[in-house]
């Protein structure tokens, strides 16, 4: 019966440790958006390591990101409503800072993918200046 015992305790052991290092790629819909909820640091943009803080913040239904200079001063921050259906993320922008106003109105359309605490977004961003193309990866904060 030990034996058994702790055969079964040994295997479980293995599961929870494959289950936790595998890669877990997902796709979202509006009824499991608890996986895109939370906060999120920006690590690369187009690649290249960022020089500065940039945060994002999802709720059940908003979002919200902002960037800070080296005082941790927000200096360029959006916020609105979101949808999500499959890799598509809309993120409808509602309010900006004056220095990001150009933001305002328009709808930012997102393919994610999420691999385990790691958040991969490509994005086109339409504003009154240009349309922005840009790739982000973001790393979940804890």
């Known amino acids: 019966m030990k034996k058994l015992t702790c055969t079964?305790?040994?295997?479980?052991?293995?599961?929870?440790?494959?289950?936790?290092?595998?890669?877990?790629?997902?796709?979202?819909?509006d009824s499991n958006k608890s996986l895109i909820k939370g906060s999120w640091i920006l690590l690369e943009e187009n690649g290249i390591p960022v020089d500065r803080k940039q945060l994002k913040h999802y709720t059940e239904k908003n979002f919200i990101?902002?960037?800070?200079?080296?005082?941790?001063?927000?200096?360029?921050?959006?916020?609105?409503?979101?949808?999500?259906?499959g890799n598509k993320l809309l993120e409808f922008v509602e309010m900006t800072t004056l220095s990001s106003a150009h933001f305002k109105g328009n709808t930012a359309q997102i393919e994610i993918k999420i691999d385990n605490d790691t958040l991969?977004?490509?994005?086109?961003?339409?504003?009154?200046?240009?349309?922005?193309?840009?790739t982000e990866k973001w790393l979940r904060l804890k």
């Not at 941790?72 to 999500?84: D, F, K, L, M, P």
Request: charged share 15%.
């Open 65 to 85: 990101w902002h960037t800070m200079d080296k005082s941790n001063i927000i200096r360029v921050s959006a916020a609105g409503e979101y949808t999500i259906d």
């Open 8 to 29: 079964l305790l040994c295997l479980c052991l293995l599961i929870g440790i494959l289950s936790c290092s595998s890669n877990k790629s997902v796709s979202l819909t």
């Open 120 to 134: 991969f977004q490509s994005t086109v961003l339409p504003s009154s200046m240009q349309e922005l193309d840009f």
